[in-house]
């Protein structure tokens, strides 16, 4: 067995893709301000998402998704969506954000 269907080999590997990916992020304050200007301005509400998670605020971090999920989960091919479960393997099954975080993901995509 290589491991690769242990959730800790999961969630550490979906960790390192998380770090690599925040590198990138640009301030958070400047982020905010986006918002501020552009409730709607997804990419920016994306990448501050990444970067809040990056900062170990991972409940921040999935109520913005779950916010881009809400206004258009279409939006960028599911990116939001499809962010939120890569948090999810990160964070683990049992983590208060993954539970708290599928519980509202399921309520948004099937009410």
């Known amino acids: 067995p290589d491991g690769r269907n242990d959730p800790e080999f999961t969630a550490a ?3 390192l893709s998380l770090a690599e990916k925040a590198d990138d992020l640009g301030d958070i304050g400047e982020l905010r301000a986006r918002l501020e200007k552009n409730p709607k301005d997804h990419q920016a509400r994306f990448d501050l998402a990444l970067a809040l998670n990056a900062r170990g605020d991972k409940e921040g971090a999935v109520d913005e ?10 939006w960028n091919d599911e990116a939001a969506r499809k962010q939120l479960v890569e948090f999810f393997e990160a964070y ?8 708290s975080g599928r519980r509202r993901l399921s309520s948004i ?3």
């Open 92 to 99: 683990g099954p049992k983590h208060e954000a993954t539970l």
């Open 109 to 111: 995509l099937f009410s």
């Open 13 to 15: 590997e979906a960790a």
């Open 65 to 74: 998704l779950l916010m881009i999920v809400e206004y258009d989960r279409n």
